[in-house]
């Protein structure tokens, strides 16, 4: 018999089990279900009527997909009126529409970058994965530098001769604190680089009415700052975007791969978001929602004894005492109820594991309150 190429897969998954990183899929109802503090939901309009009728509307007039890439087929009216409108939106010169957020991140990263460009790419160490995959996909030097810090990205500025591109989260997905957008700025002008700013988690939460987190920092349409966003958390639908200045914009139409391959997003999600952006221009009110929900969460489990991370916009990290402990925390909560994220190792750098909590603004003070105690009470030991 000739020899199974996949028989390292068990051995591989049993090291998984025994350290509790197995991971599992599990399919989520259609109906309400548990408290969702585990989904990226923030203004609650994935479900908005509004929204959804948006996205049928639009599946109905333009098909379910998008019948190809961008450049050929995939483009249709509904993508260019919401570039415009999220441009706009955001305070930026242009946008462009991906299929996500995480393949505008590689489209950004890589089209301004690459191994001809002789770019230097400064990158945060607790970026998101798909800024991390961007560097390694664009073969450009690259220097690593420690968390939250402009004082070092300014240091790796200066010592390279060519172009630099620093890269950060504007808030960082697994504890859920800030970048110092500002000072970041400084750090890169003073050496004369650019700014790639992932806002997927403060669009919709940060900045006036949610305007994001470059808005917040008076550093949005700047000549030297780039955005990426995505459109699956605040905005309740999927994809991701491309903010920035007219000509980078046009650069990444004609030199991205995650763009030029890619099927172009299909109809039904560029109508959602649509529909949600005309929402929260309506109701601005729900960024300061979420965000109050987010400091009321911290202070409940807080002063219950357990450590979390001060939230920043909409994320509140719960510390665990092992990956194994954080794996039974979230199953003890889905138990009574409620749905949170649990994070361990590889996803967590650091090693730490979380329970990670995503308000939402549409969540009741009462909701919040049963919430909040069912993740002290079914806490485990430290």
Known sequence: MPKDPFDWIEAQHERLRAAGLLRTLRPRPADAGPTDLAGNDYLGLTRHPEVTEAAAAAARRWGAGATGSRLVTGSTELHARLERELAAFCGFEAA???????????????????????????????????????????????????????????????????????????????????????????????????????????????????????????????????????????????GGAVLGPARVIDHLVSTARSFIFDTGLAPAAVGAA????????????????????????????????????????????????????????????????LAVGCFRPPSVPDGISRLRLTARADLTDERIAQAADTIVRTAPAA
């Open 96 to 238: 462009l529409v991906f299929s996500s957020g995480y393949a505008a991140n590689l489209a950004a990263v890589t089209a301004l970058s690459g191994p001809s460009a002789a770019t230097l790419l400064v990158c945060d160490e607790s970026n998101h994965a798909s800024l991390i995959d961007g560097c390694r996909l664009a073969r450009a030097e690259r220097a690593i530098v420690p968390h939250a810090d402009p004082e070092a990205v300014a240091k790796a500025v200066a010592a390279h001769e060519g172009r630099a591109l620093t890269i950060t989260d504007s808030v960082f997905s697994v504890d859920g604190d800030a970048a110092p957008l500002r000072a970041l700025a400084e750090a890169c002008r003073a050496g004369g680089a650019a700014l790639l700013v992932d806002d997927a988690h403060g669009l919709g939460v940060l900045g006036d009415g949610g305007r994001g987190a470059l808005h917040a920092a008076g550093l949005a349409g700047d000549a030297d700052v780039v955005a990426t966003v995505t459109l699956s958390k605040s905005l309740g639908s999927q």
């Open 274 to 337: 649509l529909a949600s952006l005309e929402v929260l221009r309506r109701e601005p009110e729900r960024a300061a929602r979420v965000r109050a929900v987010a400091g009321e969460l911290h202070r409940r489990v807080t002063e219950a004894g357990l450590t979390a991370v001060r939230p920043d916009a909409a994320v509140v990290s719960v510390r665990a005492p092992s990956p194994e402990a954080a794996v039974r925390w979230a199953a003890d909560c889905r138990e009574a109820g």
